[in-house]
């Protein structure tokens, strides 16, 4: 599991585009986090699921090396 940072909380995978019914799904089950339409490689890769739900991990950051 991967961790946020910043507040410890579990992190999950953003994932950009329009959702499919099983992307859908998985955000409901709390695996992944929707981030919009628009794709951009500097678009952050993680969000956290505590309060302030950080996001981190875009390319600009270059802080995840996955
Ligand atoms: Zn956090």
Redesign the pocket.
Known sequence: MRT?P??G?EAVRIVYGMPGPQLLEEMKAGRIALGGCVVSEENPKWA?K?P?Q?RWGGKAAARDPA
């Open positions: 946020c910043e507040c909380a956290c505590g302030i950080h």
